[in-house]
């Protein structure tokens, strides 16, 4: 997603699919230059739609291509100014997303049900960004510490409560979770400072683990407020 054409490469204000052994690139939304997609979310559901963040909306097209559909128009809905990295969950039913509360030094994170259109606060008082889905009730997040700076990623369980620490970096952000190979991605670096010097970790996360957060209800060793 960009604003202009490169030579031998293809960037757009629109959602694009490529095939990663043919490099065919398939756009499938037609906005003006200037009008496309925010942010840099896009999203692959289990259904085969995507999800996209457009004009304060998130909404779905067909991987195939087709007349898109409004999920949810967060501007109106929700009086939260502005919200950042918007995920929609496999299942397409929840919607995670940061939003500023002053700035961007006090940034948290909401859970919208589209079932029942309720937002929920999960993550009260703790500096969290960058949600991500494990599934469908399992959420991946970069966490803050005060007043280190220290920023590592954590899971959140939405029906158990459990929240559990995943990395020990002085700088992991922007998690994601890959079911295929059963690890989640992240970005590390080893000076919290150094947000231009990162590399990709990857750690393994199996199966029985992410079940396990269902089962443990939060604990007092649980952290779930800022220091």
């Not at 840099?40 to 995507?50: F, Q, S």
């Amino acid at each position: 997603m960009c604003e202009e054409e490169a030579k031998d490469h293809i960037v757009t204000d629109n959602v694009c699919k490529v095939n990663a052994e043919t490099g065919e690139v398939v756009q499938l939304t037609h906005f003006a230059s200037g009008d496309g997609i925010s942010g840099d979310v896009v999203d692959w559901l289990a259904d085969g739609r995507i999800a996209f963040h457009y004009n304060d909306c998130i909404y779905v097209i067909p991987s195939d291509g087709g007349p898109m559909t409004e999920l949810l128009n967060i501007g109106a809905k929700f009086n939260l100014g502005d919200f950042y990295d918007v995920r929609v969950s496999p299942s397409g039913e929840r919607i995670a997303f940061m939003y500023g509360l002053g700035g961007q030094n006090n940034l948290r994170i909401g859970v919208v049900d589209l079932k029942t259109g309720k937002l929920r606060h999960p993550l009260r008082g703790v500096l969290a960004r960058f949600p991500a889905w494990i599934n469908n009730d399992c959420l991946l997040y970069s966490r803050g510490r005060r007043p280190s700076g220290f920023t590592q990623t954590w899971v959140l369980c939405l029906s158990s409560g459990r929240t559990e620490e995943l990395t020990e970096g002085p700088l992991d952000i922007e998690p994601t979770f890959n079911a295929r190979v059963g690890a989640i991605f992240f970005a590390h670096s080893t000076d919290r400072s150094a947000f231009l010097e990162t590399h990709i970790w990857r750690r393994p996360m199996p199966r029985r683990l992410i079940e396990s957060w269902f089962y443990r209800r939060k604990n007092s060793k649980d952290e779930s407020r800022d220091e």
